[in-house]
């Protein structure tokens, strides 16, 4: 059974920084893209950033500069740092599993992914 867990999520201050983490268990870690996604009240659920093929990111342009991904094949773990962080960047951020092999596209688009966590809420205050 596939499992993804985010965490890391909270309230901060414009300016700020979080890391967020999503644990992933239940299949072959190193043989899957995996990828960040958000969604705000209203709003359909945007490709934040991924990370896929062999270690290969791409970024949604509203994020590139500020936020980082990387993965510990090691520990299971997808992590997402986020710098200077804005208050449109408020939302339920999820990580989400897929094929390994994708286009930079494909990598930020959600039907390409089967698995996903319950989210983490990241609140950020002007």
């Known amino acids: 059974q596939v499992q993804l867990v985010e965490s890391g999520g909270g309230s901060v201050q414009a300016g700020g920084s979080l890391r967020l983490s999503c644990l992933g268990s239940?299949?072959?870690?190193?043989?899957?893209?995996m990828g960040w996604f958000r969604q705000a009240p209203g709003k359909e659920r945007e490709g934040v950033a991924a990370i896929y093929n062999v270690g290969r990111v791409s970024y949604a342009d509203s994020v590139k500069g500020r936020f980082t991904i990387s993965r510990d094949n090691a520990k299971n773990t997808l992590y997402l740092q986020m710098d200077s962080l804005k208050p449109e960047d408020t939302a339920m951020y999820y990580c989400?599993?897929?094929?390994?092999?994708?286009?930079?596209?494909?990598?930020?688009?959600?039907?390409?992914?089967?698995?996903w966590g319950q989210g983490t809420q990241v609140t950020v205050s002007s």
């Open positions: 989400a599993a897929g094929r390994r092999w994708m286009t930079a596209i494909q990598a930020l688009a959600a039907s390409q992914y089967n698995y």
């Open positions: 239940g299949y072959t870690y190193t043989d899957t893209g």
